[in-house]
């Protein structure tokens, strides 16, 4: 079984500044990954995905993650953020069972 | 296309009480989940179905009971509601259970259990 774990609960950024969210995952098998984004009372979108291939992965609303596979970490970059980028982001992995496993998740707030 | 509806938005329950959650897609997606999420621990899987009559457990069913009649639906019962199901629950489906596959979700049920 895999487990996902995102190092930071919370982090606040300034409006044009850049954010990194940081995820780990551990599994023994070959993994995907993905990022979802939840705004506020919504459900989850995808941001990105990691199947195979290029490590650097971009995403919707200039998002990108770096699968890293001897780090075990896929962390999501944005180099200028925006207000509308507050939000709730979740990092995932699917391993050989195909059973979406998340993290718990890092609440993301941008101010001006 | 609607993608993926859920009702009710919201819904307080009694302890002991029961009710189901509505999920719906129409997007002929085979694969069809619930995941419940709490503060602090991201997005659990409650049941998934691969198909029309087929569902099997995730890691949290203890609860729950889901079916499968239809491609289309795929419902979530509490026979006897509890505090610790007081959750926001969401429904997802996907072309298939293979990953290359992306998954919808629904936009969620706030459930309260007093």
């Known amino acids: 079984a895999q487990s996902v774990t995102q190092l930071d609960s919370q982090v606040p950024v300034f409006e044009e500044a850049p954010v990194e969210l940081r995820c780990n995952y551990s599994?023994?098998?070959?993994?995907?990954l993905f990022w979802y984004v939840q705004y506020p009372n919504q459900g989850l979108q995808l941001l990105l995905k990691?199947?195979?291939?290029?490590?650097l992965v971009k995403g919707i609303n200039g998002f990108e993650a770096e699968f890293n596979k001897s780090q075990t970490s896929f962390h999501l970059r944005k180099p200028s953020v925006h207000i509308s980028d507050t939000a709730e982001y979740f990092c995932a992995v699917i391993s050989n069972d195909y059973k979406l496993s998340f993290g718990a998740g890092t609440t993301v707030t941008v101010r001006a | 296309n609607a993608g993926v509806t859920q009702t009710p938005k919201f819904q307080v329950l009694k302890t002991g009480q029961s009710m189901t959650l509505q999920c719906a897609q129409d997007m002929n997606h085979e694969y069809m989940s619930w995941y419940r999420q709490d503060p602090g621990m991201g997005l659990r899987l409650i049941h998934y179905?691969?198909?029309?009559?087929?569902?099997d457990q995730g890691e949290v069913p203890n609860g729950y009971n889901v079916s499968r009649s239809t491609t289309e639906d795929f419902p979530l019962r509490l026979l006897s509601a509890a505090p610790s199901q007081t959750s926001v629950y969401f429904c997802?489906?996907?072309?298939?259970?293979?990953?290359?596959?992306?998954?919808?979700f629904g936009p969620g049920t706030r459930l309260t259990v007093t």
């Open positions: 179905s691969v198909g029309a009559g087929i569902t």
């Open positions: 599994s023994s098998v070959s993994v995907y």
């Open positions: 997802a489906s996907s072309k298939d259970r293979n990953p290359t596959y992306e998954q919808y």
């Open positions: 990691y199947l195979s291939g290029s490590t």
